[in-house]
Each structure stands twice: as structure tokens, then as C-alpha cells.
């Protein structure tokens, strides 16, 4: 039910069971407070322990202080009552005329306030060069253990505090040293800077269900502190979610870069290339929900089961559950999840544009290029070489890796999209210059990949029994009969290099032995498949080159090797250097070259005018990946030079995405995965003791003996059980995100419109300029801050608001604020960019 009421005067609407507060704040209008926030249950929610701990040491209650009454700031007038309410818990009653502004609320405030920062330090909020302040040398000599926390540029309770005003009768903060906690993973604890709202104790009790986290009162304080005497005995979950509601930097994440925070707490997501929303769908697991994990991982791409097969993980690598045992088996995840969900179901597809696109190659970029671009409604053509689509990961990676089978499902569903995909079709250098003449196509892609071996020039390639990498492994795959016996030398350090090695041991060679340049630690090769080669058999000489290969009459007998000093040069240029002093022999009847892959890029009449880089890679705009010929793209290893197949597929959504923008859509909208419009898992995740410890959930392997008889998968699937366990070890590190933000002090931004300018002194000063969404994009000081105004009126049309401040100082003020962004975002606003050498 509706109920009336006036906040100064103004007439608003509320619903019955809202407080005061939540009325105002949901109208725009801002009540001062700092233990409310708009997820968490009332203050008075929260009860005491029994006990509670800061490190070793127990807190137990006294028995003789009053119940938490809250922080005091969102105080309140209601007409007709004698003395001011907490806003935050007084409901709304029809006919309610509430008051917010007044002198004497403005003293009552700042009083509640110095009660609140009587044990905090506070030196750093009343400094005039708090702005752009390092707070590591304070030209001011405050003592270190005076001054506030690097949470500065960011802290609720410093925006509250301005807000309100700080009484100039409040007296020197006094350290007391309290227990501080930073030699513990992902988070710091310090409760020198507790100001003891209980934000935290709500959300890992009420919100979260861990109740890690609680208080005690004694002496009439409260104190805050974990149930037992470690996150780990208090069955802590990692989660970080009480870091992101505590106000003051009491609570704050470990190495914490500037900049985009959601990258760096979400790791897994940042890291990905093709930037799937890698908790979700493992949380989706957790709960057995298989068929929205499944829906999350294609919303990206639509190989999500080969590369459960073989991607290189790197997500795995920035695993924040790292921290604290191992990484979350991220990758054997989304295998289960899609081996639970093969059938993709019905895919929407927006209206069709008659557009036409051309796609040279059927590899991982251009098939996720088409399967995109059909979904964006266009009609697309792909052309292949081979007698099969699927490029590499159809061609070159063994079948004990990726069955051909699991490509072969995921092919087919991007045919059943619509994609046409012509087979032994080679795009000839003619059809490409008539094409383009007469635009048979409205855009062009280039995804031909890097399907050439590279060569080196060694004495003895022309012996019997010498086989180049790519070339070796591709025979393999389409069955053609190739005998080894004896011993074999792999000469590369490279993935192809491993998996012909490991490929050599099964075709029945009696030993391998790998020759690389690098040094162990260098070896391009992903160190799961080196360790992998190595139980097998495979012996691994790092540091050695091929200086030649012996024979005997014209058969390979073995080969001389040569220690390699460096491999790159101070320039980090590819630039071997060799010690001819040392060298050593290794006996063998089979030799294989592994040492690269380069691009083919024959097809491309150099009259058509497409740029090529010295190694043969097509020239791309990096942002759009548009060559030098308006409305052909070039994407993948074409332009990227070898690379995993995720970094392949990203190019080729990316592709996908440029493409569509060209044709005149919008490109691949944000909204369609943007965890909104996903199926929301639940913020709950209860108490599990001995969370910390849970280990990673192995995954069943082949035995070594039955791993050299066949060319099996080495690598299992999970079972249901083992998936879920897995799962549920995920520290939820997108879960934060999903809390409401607290609602902060109106900024004093400006609109910018020569009405408000005209109203700025003709006096020294720096001024900050926003855009529309009201981030900074250009800081300057100034001599005349009217005059410089009102010329920026003109020269950036993206400025919408704008904020001043007069400072005889103006370059010292200019620099200050610029240091402040730059702390905050990690980098300069856009306006300010030319000065970055000076920062």
C-alpha cells in the first residue's frame, strides 16, 4: 500500500514497510549514514557471540554494554516528535513531513561522526594535498601509523566525512596497534580502521551463510573479529564479499592494481581470451543446473567442448582459489558441462541483412567468425583447403588429445546455423582478385591460418627418414601408414614438437629424444604436455641446435647437436648463438623438424594491394582487424602468427564483431552474456568447514601402458560427483559484484553549458571535465578558469559536466588531481594522455 510523505518539503511516494531512508535514497535524496547499505538486513539484525577472535587472541562480552545503536549519521527530524530518529529504521507512516537538513542535525552528525573516528586515523582528511597524495611521504610529517590507508582515493567513510564536515575540537588520534593481518592469502585485516558498522558480520551472515564473521561488546565498544581464531577454522569462503561492503580500508584485497578492479578480482574471466563467464557456469555445475553452464559457455563461443579438450587454460593460471591450494579445474568444468549438454538446442538468430561474407579457411577463427556472423543474421561462405574443416584442431592435434569425433559434433552444429562450408575448395589468387573487383561478397575474412612448417636450412634434409612437424601430424590424422621404428629426435621445443614426439612413441618408435634451443624453463611448450611427454619416455636436451644430420648412404643415422647459448638477442630478437665447442651426437633412423608454423598467404595477388608483415602475417587494424583494403578483415593465426586455438577463436568473434559494425549492425551487443540477463545463481553459500583445504578433484587418466598402445584419450571426463565437488571448491570471486553499491554523497559535478561557465570566476584554478556518463576525460590547471572553460566548450563536444577549484597553486593542483586518477584507474584520463611521461 502507497503512503505520503514530504522530506523538506518535498512531496514523495513511498510503500508501505520501506524506512525513511530507503524512501530518500530511492528518490535522490541523500541522508548521511555509513552502516546501512541497500542488500544488508538492519543493524539491529545483527546478534552477538559468544566469543569472538582477532588472531589468537578471545574476546569474550562483558555484559555490560548497550546493543549497537548504529552509526548515527542518518538522523532525522520528523515534525511533531522531540527528538531526531535513526532514519535507517524508522518506517514510513502516511503524512510523515521528515526534515534532513537543519543546524542542529548538522551538529548532531558531525558529533555521531568524531564518536565513529575517535579511534581512527584521520590526519589524511583534513590535509589540503590529500589529492593525488601517495600517503607514503607526507610532506606534512605525520607519522606513517597517523596517517589513513592506501584505500584512500576510495573510501566511503573519507566521502562521508567531507560530506559532513569534521569538528575542529576533535582531539589527536592516538594509535592502539590493534591486530592486523597481512601475511594471510588474498585479503588484508586491519582493525586499526574498523569503525565497527558490522557491514561485514551481515553479509557473511545473512547474505552469504559462511558466519565467518562476528562481534562482541566490551567495555561498550564492539568488537569485530572471526568466530574462531583463523578465516580457515572460522570456515571463511574467499569470497570478498565483506571487503566490498566494509567502508574504511579495515578490510582490503592483496595487491590490488589499479584500474579495472573487476579484472583483477575476477581473474579467470580477465584472463580468458575469450572472456567467458567462467563463475557462472561453475557455480551453474555446483548446483547440477548443467543446461545453463552449457548455455553461458556457448553464449562465447561455439567450441566449447574441443576446447574443454585442449585449451591451454590460462585462466587456470590467475585462479584466485591458486591463493589458497590449486586452481579450480576450470577447464575439465566446461568439458563436463557441455559432454552433459551436447545438443546446443534452438539458437536465435536475428533477422536476415542479405549481407554476404566470405570466410578464407575453416579453422577455429573462421569458423567462429561465421557461426557469429550468421547469428547476426548474415549469409556466410567458408572456403577450405582441406578435404575436412576444422584446421588445426581438426588436422594437427593427435586424437589421444581431441577426438576427431567432439570437432567433428561442433562443426556440424555450426552447419546446422546456417554456414555453408565448401571443402577442397582452395580460394585461388584469380577468384580473390575477381571477387574483389566485383564484390561478390559484402565483407571478407582471411583466417587461412599458419598450416606451413616452418624450415630451417640444416646439412642432411635430404636424407631418407626426415619429416617435418605440421606435415608428420597431419598424415597421422588422416591414416596414412607411417613405420618408425627405431629410435627418433624431435628437434623443436614447441607444442607440434611434443605431440610428435609423443605421437612417434605410438606409431612404435624404441626412444625419443627432443631437441630444443631453449632452456628448460623457455620451452614455448605448455609444461603439462612436456611433463606428460616425459613419463611416456620422451628425454628432453635443452640448450642444443642441429648443426647436421648424418646418414648413412642415404638414410638418416643420427644427429650432430651443438650447445646453444641464447636464443634471442638483447633486442629480443630471434638470434641464436651457438658454442661449437661443445657438442654431442644422438643416435636415430627418424628425424623430425618441429621448429614453427608460418602462414600461406600465396593466395594473395600482390596487386590486390593487402600489406604483409616481414614473417609473412597480414597487416590488421588491432582494434578492428581491417587490412589495408577497406571491407576485408584478416584474423587468427593469418594475422597473428601461431597461437593457442582460444586466442584463435577470440580473434575470430572479434572478427565476427568488426564485421557486423561494417555491414551496419551493431556487433556482438555486450548485453547478450552480461551477467543481467543470465540465470541468476544464488548469493547463499552457506558454512563448510575446512574449506580452504578441499583439494582439486583429480580427473582419471589412462595408465602409461595403455596410453603407448593406442592413440586413446589420455584424459577423462569428470564423473557428476567429481564435477560437482569440483565446483563447489570456487571461491565465487564474481559474487561481490553482484551486491548493490553503497550510496555515496552527491558529487558537486556541474552541467557543462555556457550558463554555468559564465558563473566561474575569472580567477586561478584547476578544472575536471566529464563525459555523459560522468568519468573524468580531462584535467588541467589553469590561469583564468572562466577564459580556459569556455574554449573547451567548443573543443570537446563529449563534455557534459564539470567541477572547478580556485588554487593560486594551478599546476601544483592540476598534477595533484591527475596522480588521483591515476592511482584510481591505473591510468590518465583520455584529455591527458600527451603528458603520460611526466606520471
Known amino acids: 500500500m502507497d503512503v505520503a510523505l514530504t522530506i523538506d518539503g518535498r512531496k514523495l511516494k513511498a510503500k508501505e514497510g520501506q524506512t525513511v531512508l530507503d524512501v530518500a535514497l530511492s528518490s535522490g535524496v541523500y541522508i548521511p549514514h555509513l552502516c546501512h547499505h541497500p542488500d544488508l538486513p538492519s543493524f539491529r539484525k545483527a546478534t552477538p557471540l559468544d566469543e569472538c577472535y582477532r588472531g589468537q587472541d578471545k574476546y569474550l562480552p562483558d555484559g555490560q554494554g548497550n546493543d549497537y545503536q548504529g552509526c548515527g549519521l542518518c538522523l532525522v527530524d520528523i515534525k511533531g516528535q522531540e527528538e531526531p530518529v535513526l532514519s535507517c ?192 557456469y561453475v557455480s551453474f555445475i555446483s548446483q547440477g543446473n548443467y543446461r545453463e553452464a552449457a548455455r553461458i559457455i556457448r553464449e562465447r563461443v561455439p567450441f566449447g567442448l574441443s576446447l574443454g579438450y585442449i585449451c591451454h587454460h590460462p585462466c587456470e593460471e590467475e585462479c584466485r582459489r591458486r591463493e589458497l591450494n590449486q586452481a579450480i579445474a576450470i577447464c575439465d568444468l566446461k568439458r563436463f558441462a557441455l559432454q552433459m549438454e551436447k545438443s546446443q538446442g534452438t539458437v536465435s538468430k536475428e533477422k536476415e541483412t542479405g549481407k554476404k561474407v566470405h570466410i578464407v579457411g575453416a579453422g577455429p577463427a573462421g569458423l567462429v567468425a561465421a557461426h557469429f556472423l550468421v547469428k547476426l543474421g548474415h549469409t556466410v561462405t567458408v572456403y577450405e583447403n582441406q578435404p575436412e574443416p576444422g584446421g588445426m584442431l581438426r588436422w594437427a592435434i593427435p586424437e589421444y588429445r581431441l577426438p576427431t569425433d567432439v570437432i567433428q559434433g561442433e562443426i556440424e552444429n555450426i552447419r546446422a546455423m546456417g554456414v555453408e562450408i565448401l571443402a577442397k575448395s582452395p580460394y585461388k589468387n584469380e577468384n580473390l582478385l575477381q571477387d574483389t573487383a566485383s564484390r561478390t561478397w559484402d565483407a571478407l575474412f582471411l583466417a587461412s591460418g599458419a598450416q606451413k612448417s616452418k624450415k630451417i636450412e640444416v646439412e642432411g634434409l635430404d636424407l631418407e627418414g626426415i619429416h617435418w612437424g605440421l606435415d608428420f601430424l597431419r598424415k597421422v590424422k588422416r591414416g596414412e601408414t607411417i613405420e618408425l621404428s627405431g629410435r627418433v629426435v624431435v628437434i623443436g621445443g614447441g607444442n607440434v614438437a611434443l605431440d610428435a614426439a609423443m605421437t612417434a612413441l605410438r606409431l612404435g618408435a624404441s626412444g625419443v629424444e627432443l631437441v630444443c634451443l631453449e632452456k628448460r624453463e623457455e620451452m614455448p611448450a605448455f609444461r603439462w604436455e612436456i611433463q606428460e611427454a616425459e613419463e611416456e619416455g620422451v628425454v628432453i636436451h635443452p640448450g642444443w641446435g642441429p648443426q647436421k644430420i648424418d646418414g648413412a648412404g642415404n638414410k638418416v643415422k643420427g644427429v650432430v647437436l651443438v650447445s646453444c647459448t641464447r636464443v634471442f638477442d638483447e633486442k629480443g630478437r630471434f638470434n641464436p648463438s651457438f658454442d661449437s665447442s661443445q657438442s654431442k651426437f644422438l643416435e636415430a633412423q627418424t628425424v623430425i623438424l618441429a621448429v614453427g608454423q608460418s602462414p600461406d598467404s600465396s593466395y ?236
Open 89 to 280: 529504521v524508522t518506517p514510513v507512516e502516511e503524512g510523515l513531513e521528515i526534515i534532513i537538513q537543519s543546524n542542529e542535525l548538522d551538529a548532531l552528525r558531525q558529533q555521531n561522526l568524531a564518536s565513529l573516528l575517535t579511534h581512527h586515523p584521520r590526519a589524511c582528511l583534513i590535509c589540503a594535498q590529500k589529492e593525488g597524495c601517495s600517503l607514503t611521504q607526507c610532506s606534512t610529517n605525520v607519522p606513517e601509523e597517523e596517517r589513513c590507508c592506501p584505500q584512500f582515493d576510495f573510501c566511503e567513510l573519507r566521502q562521508v566525512a567531507e560530506y559532513i564536515g569534521l569538528r575542529e575540537d576533535m582531539p589527536r588520534y592516538v594509535p592502539r596497534y590493534l591486530y592486523t593481518e597481512e601475511d594471510k592469502p588474498l585479503f588484508i585485516r586491519d582493525y586499526n580502521l574498523c569503525v565497527s558498522c558490522l557491514r561485514c558480520v551481515r553479509v557473511c551472515g545473512d547474505i552469504i551463510g559462511a558466519k565467518a564473521l562476528g562481534y562482541v561488546m566490551v567495555n561498550n565498544e564492539i568488537i569485530v573479529g572471526t568466530s574462531h581464531p583463523s578465516l580457515e577454522e572460522s570456515g571463511c569462503r574467499y569470497c570478498g564479499a565483506c571487503v566490498e561492503v566494509c567502508p574504511t580500508g579495515a578490510l582490503r584485497d592483496k595487491e590490488l592494481k589499479a584500474g579495472d578492479r573487476r579484472a583483477s578480482l575476477v581473474p579467470c574471466v580477465s584472463h580468458c581470451p575469450l572472456e567467458i563467464d567462467i563463475p557462472s
Open 604 to 839: 594473395l595477388p600482390p596487386e590486390l594491394g593487402i600489406k604483409l608483415t616481414s614473417e609473412g602475417l597480414i597487416q590488421v587494424n588491432p582494434e578492428t582487424l581491417e587490412t589495408s583494403i577497406a571491407g576485408i578483415f584478416a584474423g587468427g593465426e593469418a594475422a597473428l602468427g601461431p597461437s593457442s586455438a582460444v586466442e584463435a577463436m577470440a580473434l575470430g568473434r572479434k572478427a565476427a564483431d568488426s564485421i557486423d559494425k561494417f555491414l551496419g549492425g551493431k556487433g556482438l551487443s555486450e548485453e547478450s552474456y552480461s551477467p543481467q540477463k543470465v540465470e541468476k545463481t544464488p548469493l547463499w553459500m552457506g558454512q563448510e568447514k575446512g574449506f580452504r583445504s578441499w583439494e582439486r578433484e583429480p580427473v582419471a587418466t589412462l595408465s602409461l601402458a595403455e596410453r603407448l598402445q593406442s592413440f586413446d584419450l589420455i584424459h577423462r571426463c569428470y564423473e557428476e560427483d567429481g564435477a560437482q565437488k569440483e565446483a563447489n571448491r570456487c571461491l565465487k570471486c564474481n559474487l561481490r559484484f553482484r551486491l548493490a553499491s553503497a550510496v555515496l554523497p552527491p558529487e558537486k559535478w556541474l552541467e557543462f553549458n555556457s550558463e554555468a561557465v559564465n558563473q566561474v570566476p575569472e580567477s586561478e584554478g584547476a578544472f575536471q571535465l566529464l563525459d555523459e556518463e560522468k568519468l573524468i576525460i580531462y584535467i588541467a590547471g589553469t590561469q583564468n578558469l572562466r577564459q580556459s572553460l569556455q574554449e573547451e566548450l567548443s573543443s570537446r563536444p563529449e563534455a557534459r559536466y564539470f567541477n572547478y577549484v580556485e588554487d593560486p597553486m594551478y599546476t601544483k593542483k592540476e598534477s595533484e588531481l591527475i596522480q588521483q586518477f591515476l592511482q584510481k584507474h591505473g591510468h590518465l584520463p583520455p584529455g591527458n594522455e600527451d603528458v603520460e611521461d611526466l606520471f
